[in-house]
Every structure is written in C-alpha cells, then in structure tokens.
C-alpha cells in the first residue's frame, strides 16, 4: 500500500505567496491546504491533524507565533517552520523556544524551502521511530545508551541481538570514540549473563609492570609490595563478561598468557601455582587493524582467531551523519540537566555547522562538544554563535584564493569579537563580489549551503 502523501498547512496572508506554495508544494507531491489569516488557521488545526505548518510570522490578525502555540498544543506532533521578511536572532530564538522546528527569511529559495521541508518531515518521521524504539528499548533493556538511526546502527543492533545470547567470543572494531564499550554492554545486557558482572579494562591503559598482576591477580609475596593476596580482573568477571578494550596494546608475552585463558578458561595468579577455573565472555575490543598487527608480528594470529569469532564494525561519526542531530541533541539533554539550564534546542544553522566538520574524535568528541556548547550558552537554544567550535581544528572547505589572516601584535589590547566579526564580513563581501551577487555560488565558494550564508548575511546586515 502506497504511503498517503504528507499534508502541509500553509498560513501566510499573501495571496501571492500562497498560490506559489500551494504550486510549489503540490508538485512536491505534498496535500496542502491553505489559510489566509491566524483566526482561519486556528479555526482549521483544531478540526484537522497536519504534518507540518508553513507559517508567516506577521498574519495581520494574530502573529504565526499564535497560530506556532496553539499548533503544538493540540498537536505537539506537528512540525512547524515559521517563515518572515523581518527575521531576526531573538525572532529565530523566540520561536524555536516554542517549538518551530526551522525558521526562514523571506524572500527564500524554493530549493531551499523544499529542502527544509523534506529534512523536518524526514525528521519528525525519525522522532516517531525512535519513540517507538525507546518504549521497546526500556522494556528489554535494549541500547539504553546508545544512539542513531542509522543504516549502520541498525545493522550493528541486528548484530548485537544475534549475538548476545550465545558464549562466541566478539570483536568490536572501530576508531577511538566510536562507543565501542557501548556495544559491549548492550551485548552483555542481552545475554543470560546480565544479572553477572561486566568488567573492562583498558589494556593500554596500565603498565606493562602491572597489567599481568592486574589481570591475574598475585599471591603475597610474588614480588616487592605483595603484601598480601589479591583478587585479579579474570576473578571479578567470574560468570559475567570481561572487555579488553584496546586489546592490540597487549605485549607479546601477556598474549600468551591470555591466550590460555581464552582457549581452556583456566589460569594461575602471578606468583601461585594452583589452577584457577573462570567461566567468562570475552568481549574485545581494537583501534588498530589486528590483521596487520598479526603480519607486523605484534599480535599472535592464534589470539587474534580465538578473540575474532564474530567481528562487529563500528563506523566512524563522519560516516554516520544522519546521527549526528539526534546525538547532539542527545548530549544536549544530558549537559543541560547535568548543568541545572533549560537549553532544549539545536538551531539548524548551528547543524548546518556541525555536519561540516568530520569530528576525528568521532562521538566522543560531539560530546564534548555539546558539553561545553551548554556551559558556554548564554541563551535556551544552540544557534552557531553559541556553537563553542572554536578551539576545534574545523575543516573548512573554503576558497584557495583567501588569504588567512595574520595576527599582528596586540600589547594594547584587542576587541575578538569585534575582529572575528570583521574576518568574517570580509569573507562574505568578497565571495558576494566574485560572484555578482549570486548568494548559491557565494555560499558553494564558502563552504557553506544557502541557509547558512543568508543566516550570516541577516547577521551582519550585510546589503545585497
């Protein structure tokens, strides 16, 4: 059965700006209706259920921040994108605050528009999925802190549920702050060994003069401070699962030892002589790519086969963009709990922003992002000025025929703003100047799409 088409308030009390969205979107393929005044779109929301509201700012009657209000009372549901020739940051702010989900300036580009459109809709389709998913997920227990949507993701949650329940050894490969541990707990969580311990050490974390009594524990005595027995790692995830994170910093002579382990889950503690029966789960995890470690002749291949029954991929966050919205306003939720504010929104400039950066720290570094994006916020809502992406080396895609600048000496004191402000005035001006004014081509010299370059240029007041 064909999905019905997605139906779209439009509230503006232009005629003309309505019949051209009315054109606009029905080739789109979108059911539209149409209101010509607040009272109207008031009078027509409480006897029908929209997908999304196109709404003018100025409606002669009410204001669209009315019609934005009484929208979402009735159902918070509905996605809204507010629309205006007179659009301003404490408008932007205003609006968002109460629930819009964009905001555009008049006059717009139709490529533009259908853009926001498709990404708010794709958007409120996602939230609806994912409410979804998260009632399922806390009555199983099922990726409580893992997030994304992805492709990707799904495919490693498939993996995580195929997995769990069965004693395989796993895995789990991927950058450095990709929430590789993550999948690890999920995986335990699952399993019948969820009421047991999970245990995890970082294997490049401690000395190599200490990891062997960390792991298999000591008797007194063994060696100089053993002032008396101690219990090792292998002990603590007796029945549960043990994760050996960066399991490719492990020595040679400890992988021989682990090895036993893994192979007859039997050891003995550093200066004991009794076996030690163990009934574990290995779980592991890697940075590095073990296949060429092995041909290195830095990881024994008979470890790597028994740790590598199932390998789980973990992608990096710039090859998962598609999360990185719910991320972020994941992060965003936390901090700002954490922290005591009410920030409940991420602008989609400062996204536009975002998901120009690849983020080599991958999701650890989003979060650290986002945390100090909340400490340094001055206002309720995340917009680019807020966005604290500065002390980041950002991988601009700017034009080679801008100079950088250079930074003469300042013993008498400088205003930043006031020169960061200028830099990027400049900027604009000379990609509007080379391209005759043509805000597209302007905004493809920048590095930047159309929404963004138009949300600088009303910033900046920047003529046309």
């Given at each position: 059965?064909?999905?019905?088409p997605?139906?779209?308030?439009?509230?503006?009390?232009?005629?003309?700006?309505?019949?051209?969205?009315?054109?606009?979107?029905?080739?789109?393929?979108?059911?539209?209706?149409?209101?010509?005044?607040?009272?109207?779109?008031?009078?027509?929301?409480?006897?029908?259920?929209f997908?999304?509201?196109?709404?003018?700012?100025?409606?002669?009657?009410?204001?669209?921040?009315?019609?934005?209000?009484?929208?979402?009372?009735?159902?918070?549901?509905?996605?809204?994108?507010?629309?205006?020739?007179?659009?301003?940051?404490?408008?932007?702010?205003?609006?968002?605050?109460?629930?819009?989900?964009?905001?555009?300036?008049?006059p717009?580009?139709?490529?533009?528009?259908?853009?926001?459109?498709?990404?708010?809709?794709?958007?409120?389709?996602?939230?609806?999925?994912?409410?979804?998913?998260?009632?399922?997920?806390?009555?199983n227990?099922?990726?409580?802190?893992?997030?994304?949507?992805?492709?990707?993701?799904?495919q490693?949650?498939?993996?995580?549920?195929?997995?769990?329940?069965?004693?395989?050894?796993?895995?789990?490969?991927?950058?450095?702050?990709?929430?590789?541990?993550?999948?690890?707990?999920?995986?335990?969580?699952q399993s019948?060994?969820?009421?047991?311990?999970?245990?995890?050490i970082?294997?490049?974390?401690?000395?190599?003069?200490?990891?062997?009594?960390?792991?298999?524990?000591?008797?007194?005595?063994?060696?100089?401070?053993?002032?008396?027995?101690?219990?090792?790692?292998?002990?603590?995830?007796?029945?549960?699962?043990?994760?050996?994170?960066?399991?490719?910093?492990?020595?040679?002579?400890?992988?021989?030892?682990?090895?036993?382990?893994?192979q007859?889950?039997?050891?003995?503690?550093?200066?004991?002589?009794?076996?030690?029966?163990?009934?574990?789960?290995?779980?592991?995890?890697?940075?590095?790519?073990?296949?060429?470690?092995?041909?290195?002749?830095?990881?024994?291949?008979?470890?790597?086969?028994?740790?590598?029954?199932?390998?789980?991929?973990?992608?990096?966050?710039?090859?998962?963009?598609?999360?990185?919205r719910?991320?972020?306003?994941?992060?965003?939720?936390?901090?700002?709990?954490?922290?005591?504010?009410?920030?409940?929104?991420?602008?989609?400039?400062?996204?536009?922003?975002?998901?120009?950066?690849?983020?080599?720290?991958n999701?650890?570094?989003?979060?650290n992002?986002?945390?100090?994006?909340?400490?340094?916020?001055?206002?309720?809502?995340?917009?680019?000025?807020?966005?604290?992406?500065?002390?980041?080396?950002?991988?601009?895609?700017?034009d080679?025929?801008?100079?950088?600048?250079?930074?003469?000496?300042?013993?008498?004191?400088?205003?930043?703003?006031?020169?960061?402000?200028?830099?990027?005035?400049?900027?604009?001006?000379?990609a509007?100047?080379?391209?005759?004014?043509?805000?597209?081509?302007?905004?493809?010299?920048?590095?930047?799409?159309?929404?963004?370059?138009?949300?600088?240029?009303?910033?900046?007041?920047?003529?046309?």
């Amino acid at each position: 059965m064909k999905d019905e088409p997605s139906h779209i308030l439009v509230v503006d009390d232009e005629l003309s700006m309505r019949e051209l969205l009315d054109v606009l979107l029905t080739r789109e393929g979108y059911q539209v209706s149409l209101a010509e005044n607040g009272k109207k779109a008031l009078e027509v929301l409480a006897i029908e259920r929209f997908d999304l509201l196109l709404c003018d700012i100025r409606l002669g009657d009410l204001t669209g921040l009315d019609v934005l209000r009484a929208a979402k009372q009735r159902h918070p549901g509905t996605v809204v994108i507010m629309i205006s020739a007179y659009a301003s940051t404490e408008t932007a702010v205003e609006a968002m605050n109460a629930g819009a989900y964009d905001y555009l300036p008049k006059p717009f580009d139709n490529a533009e528009l259908k853009q926001a459109i498709a990404e708010a809709l794709d958007m409120r389709t996602l939230e609806r999925e994912k409410t979804v998913l998260d009632h399922a997920l806390e009555r199983n227990r099922h990726f409580q802190k893992i997030v994304g949507n992805s492709p990707s993701m799904h495919q490693i949650y498939t993996m995580i549920h195929q997995v769990a329940r069965t004693r395989t050894n796993i895995l789990i490969s991927g950058e450095s702050g990709t929430g590789k541990e993550l999948i690890a707990q999920a995986i335990h969580e699952q399993s019948d060994r969820h009421d047991r311990p999970f245990v995890a050490i970082n294997c490049g974390g401690i000395p190599e003069t200490l990891i062997e009594s960390e792991l298999f524990g000591h008797r007194k005595g063994s060696f100089t401070g053993a002032t008396s027995d101690k219990k090792g790692i292998f002990d603590e995830a007796h029945g549960g699962t043990l994760f050996l994170d960066e399991i490719g910093d492990l020595n040679l002579p400890l992988q021989v030892k682990l090895l036993r382990v893994v192979q007859e889950r039997v050891f003995k503690a550093v200066g004991g002589n009794a076996d030690i029966n163990v009934d574990i789960r290995f779980i592991s995890a890697t940075n590095k790519h073990l296949e060429e470690e092995v041909i290195a002749g830095r990881f024994r291949e008979d470890l790597f086969y028994r740790l590598n029954v199932i390998e789980i991929k973990v992608p990096p966050l710039r090859e998962r963009k598609d999360d990185l919205r719910a991320l972020a306003q994941h992060f965003l939720e936390k901090y700002s709990r954490e922290m005591g504010k009410e920030i409940t929104k991420i602008s989609s400039y400062a996204i536009d922003l975002l998901n120009r950066y690849d983020f080599p720290g991958n999701v650890r570094e989003l979060e650290n992002l986002m945390e100090r994006s909340v400490a340094l916020s001055t206002t309720n809502i995340i917009l680019p000025d807020s966005l604290a992406l500065a002390t980041h080396k950002r991988q601009w895609k700017a034009d080679s025929h801008f100079e950088p600048t250079v930074v003469e000496d300042f013993n008498g004191g400088v205003c930043l703003p006031d020169i960061l402000e200028g830099i990027e005035r400049a900027y604009l001006t000379q990609a509007l100047e080379k391209t005759d004014g043509d805000k597209g081509r302007a905004a493809e010299l920048l590095g930047i799409n159309l929404r963004s370059l138009r949300y600088r240029i009303d910033k900046l007041d920047i003529g046309s």
